[in-house]
Nanobody, 119 residues
Framework: VQLQASGGGLVQAGGSLRLSCKAS????????MGWFRQAPGKEREFVAS????????FYADSVKGRFTISGDNAKNTVDLQMNRVRPEDTAIYYC?????????????WGQGTLVTVSS
């Protein structure tokens, strides 16, 4: 399974940006897809996820109310709409997929896309 993320770039504080990710490969099913980010000098952290069975989104407190995750289960795509971005949102954003219904956690990761928010 390969995950390809796109949509990163430079945006001013208060602006918007949309990230997209598509999972591809042979004979797989995604049960949950999510976004994580890693800022310079910091550990990777959870941003948002969506579980296809319930269509329930989950968000980190730091992005709740500003970011929206959505996607298409049949197409194995997930987007992250980022509104009212802040300089502290600057990071490399990674999409991830959980294709193993038995084992908890994400088993595939994308290469990351850089988001830079200028103040």
């Amino acid at each position: 399974v390969q995950l390809q993320a796109s949509g990163g770039g430079l945006v001013q504080a208060g602006g918007s940006l949309r990230l997209s990710c598509k999972a591809s490969g042979r004979a797989f099913t995604t049960y949950t897809m999510g976004w994580f980010r890693q800022a310079p000098g910091k550990e990777r952290e959870f941003v948002a996820s969506i579980r296809w069975a319930s269509s329930s989104p989950f968000y980190a407190d730091s992005v709740k109310g500003r970011f929206t995750i959505s996607g298409d289960n049949a197409k194995n795509t997930v987007d992250l709409q980022m509104n009212r971005v802040r300089p502290e949102d600057t990071a490399i954003y990674y999409c991830a997929a959980d294709t193993d219904i038995v084992t908890a956690g994400y088993d595939y990761w994308g290469q990351g896309t850089l988001v830079t928010v200028s103040s």
